[in-house]
């Protein structure tokens, strides 16, 4: 089997993986759309901006360790390099939070280890925000006050200061996202 064949295989059986962990997750915003949604737009975004497979692959499973702790059976790290092997598994470590630290804390880390990421980390995590801030601008979560919004996109913008240089395309399509959700959010302010 020619690298590319394979290479599609093993997206297509992420996609499948991240579709059967998130199948009754949905977004916090005010559409509720199904949460592979989410995971979906971050693997296209990476693959039209030429990230290697790998963050590709992670893309769709970056958030299955997270969001399903309280499931009845959470996706672990293990299964994801049993299925997907070690390099996509340690891409995911790398863009996943330990969500028994505090909020607070957690999103200070994301800001204090971007800049120390993989090359496939960070554009990974450039890609999950540049999603993020589109959704905030677009249906906010439900409770979300305008203060909250905005605090939002100056976090995701530090966070992404620390992950410039991995991919230009994506530095330049962050930068876009972000100057549209901040000039949106002015307009509703």
């Keep these: 089997m020619d690298p590319q064949t394979n290479d599609l295989a093993t997206t297509l059986r992420a996609a499948v993986f991240a579709a059967r962990v998130h199948a009754t997750h949905r977004r916090k915003g005010a ?20 990230a290697p497979p ?13 969001d399903s702790d309280q499931d009845p059976e959470p996706c ?3 299964h994801i390099e049993a299925a997907f092997g070690p390099e996509v598994a340690g891409i995911v470590a790398e863009v996943s939070d330990d969500k028994s630290l505090p909020k607070e804390v957690r999103k200070g880390l994301q800001v204090r280890h971007a ?33 909250r919004r905005l605090e939002y996109v100056g976090w995701a913008g530090r966070v992404a200061a620390g992950l410039r240089g991995a ?3 994506l530095d330049a399509l962050f930068e876009q996202t972000y100057r ?10």
């Design 31 to 50: 559409a509720q759309e199904p949460y592979v949604n989410h995971v979906l737009e971050v693997a296209e975004i990476l693959a039209a901006h030429a």
């Design 54 to 66: 790998a963050a590709v692959i992670a893309a769709l499973l970056h958030d299955t360790v997270e």
């Design 76 to 78: 672990t790290l293990q």
């Design 115 to 147: 800049p120390t990421r993989s090359d496939a980390a960070k554009q990974l995590k450039l890609a999950d925000k540049i999603s993020n801030l589109r959704a905030i601008a677009a249906s906010p979560p439900k409770g979300w006050d305008h203060a």
């Design 167 to 169: 991919n230009p395309a």
């Design 180 to 189: 549209e959700a901040v000039q949106r959010l002015a307009a509703e302010g």
